[in-house]
């Protein structure tokens, strides 16, 4: 069973930044995106952010400008760099991989981020 390993979360300030990381615990796949998503409480899990096999990437409009995720490929590591945070960034960030070929995705545990105004 592959396990997606993520760490970077923790309480800051606005406006400080943060990285978040995550890779799979064993590389057996091949990957077709790689996303990290968030969610609060008991509302929808939503997209933050998306690279593609391409290095095409997509962002929430509430990020742009502010968060930049990025990769390893030769470790299957995702990163996301995450500067000058809000308030509403405040969520559990869950890393995202898509399988090439199959579509299936896997995901991480979730990492807290809380940040105080």
């Known amino acids: 069973q592959v396990q997606l390993v993520e760490s970077g979360g923790g309480w800051v300030q606005a406006g400080a930044s943060l990285r978040l990381s995550c890779a799979p615990s064993r590389n057996t796949f091949a990957i077709n995106s790689m996303a990290w998503y968030r969610q609060v409480q008991d509302n929808e899990r939503e997209l933050v952010a998306r690279?593609?096999?391409?290095?095409?990437?997509n962002y929430a409009d509430s990020v742009k400008g502010r968060f930049t995720i990025s990769r390893n490929k030769a470790r299957n590591t995702v990163y996301l760099q995450m500067d000058n945070l809000k308030s509403e960034d405040t969520a559990v960030y869950y890393c995202?991989?898509?399988?090439?070929?199959?579509?299936?995705?896997?995901w991480g545990q979730g990492t807290q981020v809380t940040v105080s105004s």
């Open positions: 995202n991989i898509r399988q090439l070929k199959t579509d299936r995705d896997y």
């Open positions: 690279i593609n096999i391409d290095g095409s990437t």
